[in-house]
């Protein structure tokens, strides 16, 4: 598995804790930024780890902003992606189990570093289950198709 990564300013402190989780774990990833706390447009990493998860370049993102929601609203944006915002562990599982997210933001502001690596464990270890989730997620690429056009 490779997971693609990315950060604004706000989440760069997650995003590198993340890292060491992620090697400490032998888990392959792509950094796609930011590499500062100096201040840039969160829409950018958003898009860029997206787009390398709908690519295949990557299997699954993790982003991280100061709440995740801005991060993952621009991810969402990108046909194909399913982006999370997560704050706890169920939310984790069943974003992985019931909607197949295959990325998930968090906000460095809202989660400890602590719970914020537990949720990516569990994330990260978590299968989609398929049955009747799999129709459910197969209407939301309908709505998506219908709106992309």
């Not at 774990?25 to 829409?43: H, K, L, R």
């Not at 194909?80 to 939310?91: D, F, I, L, N, P």
Request: proline content about 1%.
């Amino acid at each position: 598995m490779k997971i693609a990564l990315g950060s604004d300013h706000g989440g760069y402190h997650l995003k590198e804790a993340i890292k060491k989780y992620l090697s400490d774990q032998n888990i392959a990833y792509e950094d796609f930024g930011t590499n500062s706390t100096e201040s840039v447009d969160y829409p950018e990493f958003g898009r860029k780890v997206a787009e390398a998860v709908v690519s295949g370049a990557c299997d699954r993102g993790i982003l991280c902003c100061g709440t995740g929601i801005g991060i993952s609203i621009s991810a969402n944006k990108v046909p194909g992606v399913r982006c999370a915002v997560v704050t706890e562990t169920y939310s984790a599982k069943m974003s992985r189990e019931h909607n197949n997210a295959n990325v998930l933001a968090l906000g460095e502001r809202v989660v400890g570093v602590g719970l914020a690596l537990e949720i990516v464990e569990v994330w990260l270890n978590t299968e989609f289950a398929g049955d009747r989730h799999a129709r459910r997620v197969n209407m939301l690429s309908d709505i998506e198709r219908k709106y992309s056009k």
